[in-house]
């Protein structure tokens, strides 16, 4: 199985920052991969697929990058909505493989 | 608007089986384009894959739980359903159902809210 890490698992930060959040494969996954937005008690919520198209309805400060084994996600002007967990998900091969989530707190 | 919600005991005792169903609303599971899924979140943890089904029938399952997962589907219910036997304390988790794309990004596009299912005697 692709194994799928993330960093850092935990930051601070404030309104308006700009934040990466980076994920890494334990293989070349092309750009079969996606990220999701998790807030406590919700579903996770597809942001970016094949690493950087943005899911309809999703902002746009909401970007993707990266292929290979190496991607980020960046969000350009942090707002309150925006505090969550997010996480990485290859879909290149199977099983599918999440990374194990990248926390988002207010400082 | 697709909608899927998430049914089933929220309590299964030690070595039973554990079985939750998925109802999907405002679309036709056998109109195909979509793999029909379940992934779980263990408390305070990350996201795991468990398995999907097309609506033929077809099956991809994680290997760690292969043998003891079973994913189905009734397309005249427009429901699919998850069977999980001998289930352990390590089983307590959030049971999601999720619908990802065949084709473009076979990506987690919607989701229902979660279930609970607590193993304990």
């Known amino acids: 199985a692709i194994r799928m890490t993330q960093s850092p698992s935990s930051f601070s930060a404030s309104t308006g920052d700009r934040v990466t959040i980076t994920c890494r494969a334990s293989?070349?996954?092309?750009?079969?991969l996606a990220w999701y937005q998790q807030k406590p008690g919700k579903a996770p919520k597809l942001l970016i697929y094949?690493?950087?198209t943005l899911q309809s309805g999703v902002p746009s400060r909401f970007s993707g990058s990266g292929s290979g084994t190496d991607f980020t996600l960046t969000i350009s002007c942090l707002q309150s909505e925006d505090f969550a967990t997010y996480y990485c998900?290859?879909?290149?091969?199977?099983?599918?493989?999440f990374g194990p989530g990248t926390k988002v707190d207010i400082k | 608007q697709v909608q899927l919600q998430e049914s089933g005991p929220g309590l299964v005792k030690p070595s039973q089986t554990l079985s939750l169903t998925c109802t999907v609303s405002?679309?036709?599971?056998?109109?195909?384009?979509?793999?029909w899924s379940w992934i779980r979140q263990h408390p305070g943890k990350g996201l795991e894959w468990i398995g999907y089904?097309?609506?033929?029938?077809?099956?991809y399952y994680n290997p760690s739980l292969k043998s003891r997962v079973t994913i189905s589907v009734d397309t005249s219910k427009n429901q699919f359903s998850l069977k999980l036997s001998s289930v352990t304390a390590a089983d307590t988790a959030v049971y999601y159902c999720?619908?990802?794309?065949?084709?473009?990004?076979?990506?987690?596009?919607?989701w229902g809210q979660g279930t609970l299912v607590t193993v304990s005697s």
């Open positions: 089904i097309y609506y033929s029938g077809s099956t």
């Open positions: 999720a619908r990802a794309r065949v084709v473009i990004a076979a990506v987690f596009d919607y």
């Open positions: 405002g679309g036709s599971i056998s109109s195909g384009g979509y793999y």
């Open positions: 998900q290859q879909y290149y091969s199977y099983p599918r493989t």
């Open positions: 293989q070349g996954i092309s750009s079969y």
């Open positions: 094949a690493a950087s």
